[in-house]
């Protein structure tokens, strides 16, 4: 069984999935004029501008329930295994591909906003909500839709699970079936409890869990300042193979940095549609530049805060793959989140194992959250002629025992089985929206026009030709003409 895996996974990420990924992201990132750089400046006012309704949930909390998906186990435990066999180049390849994926997020959060529905009473939307109505593909839109209930439901929340497991045992010495009995506890009070729960307890923790993490990071990189340079000088030259000891591993630099970026920031893997199309706006790019902004948050501040501590303090090992070790500072520890406990507490002695693990618990378990809201999402879209509240409780307990199983399995077999979740969505979706690229970008040309003109951008799918933009000519209140839209 762990060879299929680990095949499964070989084809899924074949070198033509990272350069799809790399293509996708330099292609938005040339046709939308550099937009992640562009909009920096509106990112701000569309976070906290925002409102929410009974339907939907303000920018803010979508932004959150975004990042909670965004921000996980990948931020510590994965950049860890990204320098474990890639080297420290890889760190590099994590920075170019949030870079060229804020372009990529853009498109399919904003596309999230175009084809979403209401349903039951609240916002629906995602990949296989415009792959639907904008592509006429409804195979492949139930596809898409089976693939990301497998994913989300039961192959990723094992990975983060995994991470929180190890890192509890490694500072607590708490068994890691004890943790995961703890886990699914508190995680089925929330999913039981429906998206609005899911989003506040997201806007709650995930602001205070990443500026605390990101304080304690400054504090290791303060005490190791005289590393920066060396480190920043490290992970140029071995992404591009000039240091001695990493330019034989070049490859594996660009297919680790590419793959676990995408794992954290997952730009254009399709989970981020979900929250965005939850969100209450007036313009689909306005959820759209927010959410390419929090692809930023994930990987240019968390992701290179944790890498900069490995690097900086040298607790890390690099082992390729197919190859003998290069670097062996930290002998007999396995890749993952002991990396970055290792690394606070070189400085921080007695408190670094704790803190990591704490925020590796908070940053994991709000992923989970996610991961269930995405499934539910999916799921609502497979029986939406017929609303299936068995097969919702279903997938709560299914996602709950793969909690658990992924508490006491293996770190290597769990992560294998996030890639290919991972791998899956992001080849369907990247082509889906490669293949709407048209009604994405006159959705933004739209919104800069009107901004242009000194209005607050309101969608009208009518008036742009966009068809099957549903909730947008049925069910959308206009405001009256030359007002502004209250709920930005």
Same mark, same amino acid.
């Given at each position: 069984?762990?060879?299929? !895996?680990?095949?499964?996974?070989?084809?899924?990420?074949?070198?033509?999935?990272?350069?799809?990924?790399?293509?996708?992201?330099l292609f938005?990132?040339? @046709?939308?004029?550099?937009l992640?750089?562009?909009?920096?400046?509106?990112?701000?006012?569309?976070?906290? %501008?925002?409102?929410?309704?009974?339907?939907?949930?303000?920018?803010?909390?979508?932004?959150?329930?975004?990042?909670? $998906?965004?921000?996980?186990?990948?931020?510590?435990?994965?950049?860890? @295994?990204?320098?474990?066999?890639?080297?420290?180049g890889?760190?590099?390849?994590?920075?170019?591909?949030?870079?060229?994926?804020?372009?990529?997020?853009?498109?399919?959060?904003?596309?999230?906003?175009?084809y979403?529905?209401?349903? #039951?009473?609240?916002?629906?939307?995602?990949?296989? *909500? *415009?792959?639907?109505k904008?592509?006429?593909?409804?195979?492949?839109?139930?596809?898409?839709?089976i693939?990301?209930?497998?994913?989300?439901?039961?192959?990723?929340?094992?990975?983060?699970?995994?991470?929180?497991?190890?890192?509890?045992?490694?500072?607590?010495?708490?068994?890691?079936?004890?943790?995961?009995?703890?886990?699914?506890?508190?995680?089925?009070?929330?999913?039981?409890?429906?998206?609005?729960?899911?989003?506040?307890?997201?806007?709650?923790?995930?602001?205070?869990?990443a500026?605390? *993490?990101?304080?304690?990071?400054?504090?290791?990189?303060?005490?190791?300042?005289?590393?920066? $340079?060396?480190?920043?000088?490290?992970?140029?030259?071995?992404?591009?193979?000039?240091?001695?000891?990493?330019?034989?591993?070049?490859?594996?630099?660009?297919?680790?940095?590419?793959?676990?970026?995408?794992?954290?920031?997952?730009?254009?893997?399709? @989970?981020?549609?979900?929250?965005?199309?939850?969100a209450?706006?007036?313009?689909?790019?306005?959820? /759209?530049?927010?959410?390419?902004?929090?692809?930023?948050?994930?990987?240019?501040?968390?992701?290179?805060?944790?890498?900069?501590?490995?690097?900086?303090? /040298?607790?890390?090992?690099?082992?390729?793959?197919?190859?003998?070790?290069?670097?062996?500072?930290?002998?007999? &520890?396995?890749e993952?989140?002991?990396?970055?406990?290792?690394?606070?507490?070189?400085?921080?002695? /007695?408190?670094?194992?704790?803190?990591?693990?704490?925020?590796?618990? +908070?940053?994991?378990?709000?992923?989970?959250?996610?991961y269930?809201?995405?499934?539910?999402?999916?799921l609502?879209?497979?029986?939406?002629? !017929?609303?299936?509240?068995?097969?919702?409780?279903?997938?709560?307990?299914?996602?709950?025992?793969?909690?658990? *199983?992924?508490?006491?399995?293996?770190?290597?077999?769990?992560?294998?089985?996030?890639?290919?979740?991972?791998?899956?969505?992001?080849?369907?979706?990247?082509?889906?929206?490669?293949?709407?690229? %048209?009604?994405?970008?006159?959705?933004?040309?739209?919104?800069?026009?009107?901004?242009?003109?000194?209005?607050?951008?309101? +969608?009208?799918? &009518?008036?742009? /030709?966009?068809? #099957?933009? #549903?909730?947008?000519?049925?069910?959308?209140?206009?405001?009256?003409?030359?007002?502004?839209?209250?709920?930005?």
């Open positions: 069984m762990e060879q299929f !895996v680990n095949w499964l996974n070989g084809v899924i990420w074949s070198p033509a999935l990272i350069y799809l990924c790399l293509g996708v992201g938005y990132t040339i @046709t939308t004029r550099f992640q750089i562009r909009h920096m400046k509106d990112i701000f006012k569309l976070t906290f %501008k925002g409102e929410k309704s009974a339907a939907g949930i303000s920018s803010f909390q979508a932004l959150n329930l975004a990042l909670s $998906g965004r921000v996980g186990t990948g931020n510590i435990a994965g950049v860890a @295994t990204a320098i474990a066999f890639g080297g420290p890889a760190v590099f390849w994590m920075w170019l591909i949030a870079f060229l994926g804020a372009g990529s997020a853009f498109i399919e959060a904003t596309l999230g906003q175009v979403k529905s209401k349903q #039951d009473g609240q916002f629906r939307g995602g990949p296989a *909500y *415009y792959i639907e904008g592509l006429k593909m409804k195979w492949y839109a139930v596809l898409f839709a693939v990301t209930v497998i994913a989300t439901g039961a192959l990723l929340p094992g990975v983060q699970a995994n991470s929180i497991a190890s890192s509890m045992k490694n500072a607590f010495g708490i068994s890691t079936s004890i943790t995961g009995i703890a886990l699914i506890v508190v995680l089925g009070i929330i999913i039981f409890g429906g998206v609005k729960r899911i989003a506040r307890t997201a806007e709650f923790v995930v602001p205070f869990m500026v605390g *993490y990101i304080i304690v990071a400054l504090i290791v990189m303060f005490a190791n300042l005289s590393e920066v $340079g060396n480190v920043l000088k490290l992970i140029f030259s071995s992404a591009f193979g000039g240091d001695a000891a990493f330019g034989g591993i070049l490859g594996a630099a660009i297919a680790w940095g590419v793959k676990r970026g995408i794992y954290s920031n997952e730009a254009g893997q399709g @989970t981020a549609p979900h929250a965005a199309a939850a209450e706006v007036s313009h689909p790019a306005k959820q /759209g530049i927010v959410q390419a902004f929090s692809v930023y948050v994930d990987t240019w501040f968390v992701c290179t805060a944790t890498a900069f501590m490995i690097l900086m303090t /040298g607790m890390y090992n690099v082992t390729p793959e197919e190859g003998p070790a290069i670097v062996t500072n930290l002998p007999g &520890v396995e993952g989140p002991e990396y970055t406990q290792a690394a606070v507490e070189s400085v921080l002695p /007695g408190f670094g194992a704790p803190f990591v693990a704490i925020a590796l618990l +908070f940053f994991a378990f709000t992923t989970i959250m996610a269930y809201y995405m499934a539910e999402t999916n609502a879209y497979i029986t939406k002629k !017929v609303r299936s509240v068995w097969a919702e409780h279903v997938l709560k307990l299914v996602l709950l025992g793969m909690v658990y *199983y992924g508490c006491v399995k293996t770190a290597g077999l769990a992560w294998t089985l996030g890639d290919i979740g991972v791998g899956a969505m992001a080849w369907l979706n990247l082509i889906a929206i490669i293949l709407l690229t %048209k009604p994405a970008l006159k959705v933004l040309r739209d919104y800069e026009a009107q901004l242009k003109d000194g209005k607050d951008p309101v +969608f009208d799918p &009518v008036k742009l /030709g966009i068809k #099957d933009a #549903d909730f947008w000519e049925n069910e959308y209140k206009y405001p009256e003409k030359d007002t502004v839209e209250k709920t930005g």
